[in-house]
């Protein structure tokens, strides 16, 4: 329906929402959501270009350490504030989940002012926003392309819950936890040579890009779809010697020209997600951050960067797996749990996943 509705590139994001509404009256309560996010990319787009005329480079001085153990940037902070507060005064939200978060924040728990609480009682919403607001912050002092990435779930009717071990999930991160294959929305913004917004509602994969001359994100890719096979592989080959057979078996037979298709590989790797999977997506190949044996979950986090990567990846006719199972099916026990993640075009991953003895129904 998209397609058909939108399928002139050159229409503005929020004519397309609108369209997008008009065809499909269920999405409307998505609409004043991308909205918002738009509206965080603009000002995201802006922090990360001038980081270095302002001052926003580097680490945070009270040397401040996140959830994960990573020393905070000023820019991760920043952007995570920039997207909380868009998000939070959409009228659609009701929880919060981010990278930079330890836990999820319910939006009329998360109030600084009488005002704020006045306005976000009256509005909180029965959303879910999952997000990760500057993926691949540690290269942004070097210039080298950044991004933001994001996933909606409608809120489940989660309750309270005492798990097996004793710990309690309640009822807040309960309708966090739900699995990729629940999402209704999952995007990502790239901020690099240009700024680009691509993003999923579930019927195919559709690509913006910032124009700075009337401030808008203009389509220009209505239905993105990856090639079926690439010729680019992409992954942290340091840790090589820490993987499993079958990837090293992968790898090496696309490095030397001796996997199915007989094709010597390039390998492209910035170490930034968003930019790694954009040009998956656009040129095709596999990009993956697998398990290894320090890293036995391998790096990448389910809820806010591999499923909403791999909604994504596989509207636009990709495939995105652990290597044993379909991202999008996995049940998330934990806000920040990590998962092997390989994805990319769908011959690429099938064959790699032929190497785990594994059919297509893991990716
Ligand atoms: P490594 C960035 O920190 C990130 O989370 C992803 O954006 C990126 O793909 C990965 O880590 C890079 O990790 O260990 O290769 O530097």
Redesign the pocket.
């Known amino acids: 329906i998209f397609t058909e509705v939108c399928s002139q590139t050159g229409i503005t994001l929020s004519r397309f929402m609108i369209e997008a509404t008009v065809a499909n009256p269920q999405l409307a309560e998505l609409e004043s959501i991308f909205s918002a996010i738009e509206t965080a990319g603009k000002t995201i787009s802006n922090l990360v270009r001038r980081s270095s005329l302002t001052g926003l480079t580097g680490y945070l001085d009270s040397g401040n350490v996140n959830v994960q153990g ?1 020393e905070q940037k000023k820019l991760d902070v920043i952007t995570n504030d920039v997207l909380k507060n868009a998000l939070k005064f959409t009228g659609r939200m009701g929880v919060l989940a981010s990278e930079e978060e330890d836990a999820p924040v319910e939006v009329d728990d998360d109030v600084e002012s009488r005002y704020d609480s006045i306005l976000v009682e009256r509005t909180a919403g029965q959303y879910v926003a999952v997000f ?1 607001p500057l ?5 942004v002092d070097a210039g080298i392309p ?2 933001t990435i994001f996933g909606i779930f409608e809120d489940s009717n989660a309750e309270c819950e005492v798990l097996p071990d004793g710990s309690i999930v309640d009822e807040c991160l309960g309708k966090t936890l739900q699995p990729g294959a629940n999402l209704v929305a999952a995007g990502y913004i790239l901020y690099s040579s240009s700024t680009f917004l691509c993003f999923t509602l579930g019927a195919g994969t559709h690509m913006f890009t910032y124009d700075e001359h009337i401030g808008e994100f203009v389509l220009t890719d209505p239905d993105v779809k990856i090639p079926s096979r690439g010729k680019i592989y992409s992954f ?1 080959e ?2 090589c010697q820490e993987w499993d057979e079958p990837l090293q078996k992968y790898v090496n037979g696309v490095r030397t020209g001796t996997g199915e298709t007989s094709t010597k590989y390039s390998s492209r ?1 910035i ?6 999977v954009h040009r998956t997506l656009l040129y095709g190949g596999l ?1 993956g ?1 697998p398990a290894d044996k320090k890293n036995v979950c391998g ?3 389910l809820l806010y ?1 591999a499923a909403p990567m791999s909604f994504i990846v596989e509207q636009a006719g990709g495939k995105a797996s652990t290597g044993r199972t379909r991202i999008l099916d996995i049940n998330p026990t934990n806000v920040h749990q990590r998962v092997p993640v390989v994805l990319g075009s769908a011959d690429d991953v099938s064959e790699l996943l032929g190497l785990y003895g594994e059919t297509d129904k893991a990716g």
């Open positions: 990573e990760d993926d691949g912050s540690s290269n950044t991004g942290n340091a840790n790797y170490g930034s997600m968003v930019g790694d990009f951050y790096k990448l986090r960067e």
